[in-house]
């Protein structure tokens, strides 16, 4: 545990620098930070500090004894490639949020506190200012997601998706097709180069189901999924696939609720 700072916001390259002062005073097996903004920008850092290996953007993580497999997307997304770190300690990686279920707490493990001396930094960028943004919606955590893709009827589509919504009270999700495309921000891109998410229903509107997009929602409890295409992938993973135009289908929703 290191002292607190008189600001409760550290720079990553703050964080990098007292996780590597850890790990070289009580060297661990591995060190694991989330894939985030925050943990990309750390984590390279406290590898290039220690001398270890990183791997990326994990979806998946196993113990085959002191071996730490590593499972993460390749070529594209088109494959899952299983990493081990071999004759470098510690091992490292950045773990995809909501890519696993969460273990069950287990009180009866304990273990002691050790206070680490932040060692001295001398920053190389001087923050000025901070600006933050109105709280939106966010799709991590999100129970209930509505997410469109480039067959969910272009602007048009997505504009009943943002209704529908907003009468569901849940976050928009897109594809990355439908990103690239404009027609939503990339906050709401699900998949591999967007925000991997496991909510309880997954709607998803005219999305084909690429490989890199189910690398994002594959672990949703439920998935219902409605393409024109009934040969399109994600039927694949749906539990429950509708085989019909998605404005028409968004209509029909849209009209029940105002029922």
Known sequence: ???????????????????????KETPPLA??????????????????LLGAGLTADCTGLAMEGDLLVQTRPAFGGNILAEIVGTGSLPQMATVRPKAMPAPVLDYSRTGSVKPLAVP?????????????EAPAQTLTGAQLIVAGGLGAGGREGFAKL?????????????????????????????????????????LAFGISGAV????????????????TDRRA???????????????????????????
Request: glycine share 8%; proline share 6%; aromatic share 6%.
């Open 31 to 48: 060190i694991l930070l989330p894939a985030t903004v925050y943990g990309r920008a750390a984590a390279p850092q406290v590898a290039a």
């Open 120 to 132: 001295k930094l001398d920053l190389p960028l001087r923050l000025l200012r901070r600006v933050c």
């Open 162 to 202: 943002s209704e529908l919504a907003g009468r569901l009270g849940c976050p928009l999700g897109a594809s990355r097709a439908a990103v690239n495309a404009g027609l939503a921000p990339y906050a709401a891109q699900v998949g591999q180069t967007g925000v991997t998410v496991r909510p309880k229903l997954y």
């Open 212 to 227: 890199q997009h189910l690398a994002g929602m594959g672990a949703s409890d439920y998935i219902i999924a409605v393409n």
């Open 233 to 259: 992938p994600i039927f694949d993973h749906a539990d429950y696939g509708v085989v019909a135009d998605s404005i028409e289908v968004m209509d029909l929703l849209l009209k029940q609720l105002e029922s």
């Open 1 to 23: 545990r290191a002292a607190p700072a008189a600001s409760t916001v550290r720079t990553a390259y703050e964080t990098a620098r007292i996780v590597a002062a850890a790990a």
